[in-house]
């Protein structure tokens, strides 16, 4: 497995930012996709961003565009959800997750953290 675990989530006022984390271990985390999802709420898991392995593609949310940037350090085994300029409708659980593909579906991903909370308040 690849066991995957976030951080870096609170509370932040509207406007804040936060960097959240995702580490890897055990198993390389070489040649995975890492994905960034979110789930409010009541609400259905949402897509936020994914990276490819190398870092050379990326493709975010149209909700959060502008807003958030995923980055990676591979040395590190860690990806990154930069989030800037919040609103309270960011508020949700983040998870990311590894797979195969690059993708914005839940499905096509293999491993995944417990999440992370993040509360913005108005």
């Known amino acids: 497995q690849v066991p995957l675990v976030e951080s870096g989530g609170g509370v932040v006022q509207a406007g804040g930012s936060l960097r959240l984390s995702c580490a890897a271990s055990?198993?390389?985390?070489?040649?995975?996709?890492m994905g960034w999802f979110r789930q409010a709420p009541g609400k259905e898991r949402e897509f936020v961003s994914v990276?490819?392995?190398?870092?050379?593609?990326?493709y975010t949310a149209d909700s959060v565009k502008g807003r958030f940037t995923t980055s990676r350090d591979n040395a590190k085994s860690t990806v990154y959800l930069q989030m800037n300029t919040l609103q309270p409708a960011d508020t949700a659980v983040y998870s990311c997750?590894?797979?195969?593909?690059?993708?914005?579906?839940?499905?096509?991903?293999?491993?995944w953290g417990q999440g992370t909370q993040v509360t913005v308040s108005s």
């Open positions: 997750a590894a797979g195969t593909l690059l993708s914005s579906k839940p499905a096509a991903y293999t491993y």
């Open positions: 990276i490819s392995w190398s870092g050379s593609d990326t």
């Open positions: 055990g198993r390389t985390f070489r040649g995975y996709a």
